[in-house]
């Protein structure tokens, strides 16, 4: 349970950070909150040469609107997003998310930046910004790119992002007069999903849902969104909500478990969405 040698390199800047990455190269890993590279460091699954550590780049904590989007920096805390009052406002479904995210010490150390950067399946909020549409904006030694959040999860713990690039910031698109649900399956109050459902009602477009945990990467549930808008009820669409998935087959949760859970806590979520009549989404 501990780590392999390794050097140690605190960042200041952004710059600095992406100067560290560029000297090191695949031989460094970025360490933000520290609440997923260190479990796998110390289960030596990973087993990088250098960390170059960004959780106080104080540059990239923030929460603010950006004309028609709320600009998330990526250092921003799970804690601190669940709380603030313009994400609660305007992107209300991640504001909620972050708050759903283990328990408060994780939400207190955890950025969102590093939950989409580590790509896991079962993290709840690449699936609220896969529903949401947001782009993630990265910067590398070419300047800073935008990623469509739909074409950012590539695999298994696997991303669009370089090993020489750092995700900065989260665009949300606002939507505060839009309904949205969440619902998360654990077995515990503070567990990992077995499956969660995001769902982001429609106006000015169709309701859009995104799914934790039921496949190599973070995906959404297109099926049910093309049921939805060739007009299926709710409860009709979310019966699609596992097709065109592979949910993982576990002791504890078979695949076909997880099938039967997103169909049913898609039919919620939607509910949710649409404040209790079909007509809200
Ligand atoms: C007990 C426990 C329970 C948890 N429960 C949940 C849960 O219920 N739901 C959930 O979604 N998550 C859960 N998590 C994970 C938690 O949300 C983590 O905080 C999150 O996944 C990673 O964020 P981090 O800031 O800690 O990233 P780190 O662990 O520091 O980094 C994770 C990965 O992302 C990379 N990275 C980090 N930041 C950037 C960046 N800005 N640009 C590029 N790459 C970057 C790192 O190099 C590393 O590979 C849990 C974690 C623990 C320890």
């Known amino acids: 349970m501990i780590p392999a040698t390794l050097s140690y390199r605190r960042a200041s800047s952004v710059d600095e950070a992406l100067g560290m990455l560029a000297e090191h190269g695949e031989d460094a890993k970025l360490l933000a909150g520290g609440h997923s590279l260190l479990p796998l460091m110390k289960l030596r699954l990973a087993a990088p040469e250098v960390v170059v550590d960004i959780g106080r780049i104080e540059e990239l904590r923030y929460v603010r609107t950006e004309g028609d989007v709320v600009a998330i920096g990526a250092m921003t805390r799970h804690h601190d997003l669940h709380t603030d009052g313009v994400a609660g406002r305007e992107v209300p479904l991640v504001a909620h998310v972050a708050g759903e995210v283990g328990d408060p010490q994780v939400r207190h150390r955890g950025t969102i930046g590093g939950s989409l950067a580590h790509g896991d399946p079962a993290a709840d909020l690449p699936a609220a910004v896969l529903a949401c549409d947001a782009t993630l904006v990265a910067r590398g030694p070419d300047g800073a790119r935008e990623i469509p ?133």
């Open 149 to 281: 959040a739909a074409e950012f999860f590539a695999g298994l713990f696997t991303t669009a992002l370089g090993p020489d690039e750092i995700l900065t910031e989260i665009r949300v698109p606002r939507a505060a007069d839009r309904g949205w649900g969440f619902e998360k399956f654990t077995r515990r109050r503070f567990d990992w999903s077995i499956v969660g459902v995001a769902v982001l009602g429609g106006s000015p477009t169709q309701p859009a849902v995104g799914l934790v945990n039921m496949g190599e990467a973070p995906i959404r549930a297109t099926a049910v969104e093309r049921a939805l808008a060739a007009g299926a009820t709710p409860a009709e669409a979310a019966e699609h909500a596992a097709e065109g998935t592979s949910p993982p087959d576990e002791p504890h949760a078979s695949a076909g478990y997880r099938r039967h859970l997103a169909t049913v806590l898609t039919a919620r979520a939607l509910e949710r969405a649409a404040g209790g009549s079909p007509a809200g989404l």
